[in-house]
């Protein structure tokens, strides 16, 4: 049965010692329940990741302009003709240029999730990108997740622990190695459990 690693809590005891009316010191035991903390990746390193994302996809679209434009330069004449008699307007070839440059970003975050589970910049900070059961997100959650880091407000989400991104996608952005140790930590608790039964 998969279990939902932001829901599991804890039962925990607390003692704590007053003076009672006689001015006696009691002990009082306190039961109480707590969600058991996420290993989050911090705001810094979130942000450090999305850095590391947007140069490797600035590189890409320039290196790929540039040799588009180095393409008609050698084609010389032949580009020459086809640009003059297109006559796009400096309106239309900005949009052109943006939506090149979005469809780079989408397709970066898309096919580097989908085939390594998390971004280069991800890997450059020991992240990792996971669904609300731990595991590794389906390529369509994967897919939402591209899709909403287009959202007005998702570059200012980053500040917090779930982005925008994140929340429509039901991921998880955690910190690798503290995540491999809460399910470390909670196999030797399912180990204990059944040694007990």
């Not at 990741?49 to 540039?66: E, K, M, N, Y």
């Not at 059961?133 to 989400?157: H, M, N, Q, W």
């Not at 500040?159 to 991921?171: N, P, Y």
Request: glycine letters at 4%.
């Amino acid at each position: 049965m998969k279990r939902n690693i932001t829901k599991i809590s804890r039962k925990a005891t607390r003692i704590q010692k007053d003076k009672n009316s006689e001015g006696q010191w009691i002990e009082t035991e306190f039961y109480y329940t707590y969600l058991e903390p996420l290993p989050y990746t911090s705001i810094a390193k979130r942000i450090l990741h999305r850095i590391v994302d947007l140069l490797l996809i600035q590189l890409f679209f320039a290196t790929s302009v540039f040799s588009v434009m180095l393409l008609f330069a050698l084609i010389g004449e032949s580009a020459k003709y086809f640009f003059t008699h297109l006559q796009i307007s400096d309106f239309l070839l900005g949009l052109i240029v943006i939506v090149y440059y979005l469809s780079c970003s989408f397709f970066y975050y898309t096919i580097v999730e989908i085939v390594f589970g998390r971004t280069i910049g991800h890997m450059v900070t020991g992240s990792i990108v996971v669904n609300e059961f731990g595991e590794k997100p389906s390529v369509s959650k994967i897919l939402l997740r591209s899709l909403a880091r287009y959202t007005p407000l998702d570059s200012i989400s980053a500040f917090e622990k779930r982005a925008l991104h994140d929340q429509f996608s039901e991921t998880l952005v955690l910190n690798k190695k503290g995540f491999e140790t809460f399910l470390l930590n909670l196999e030797m608790e399912q180990l204990d459990i059944d040694k007990k039964m």
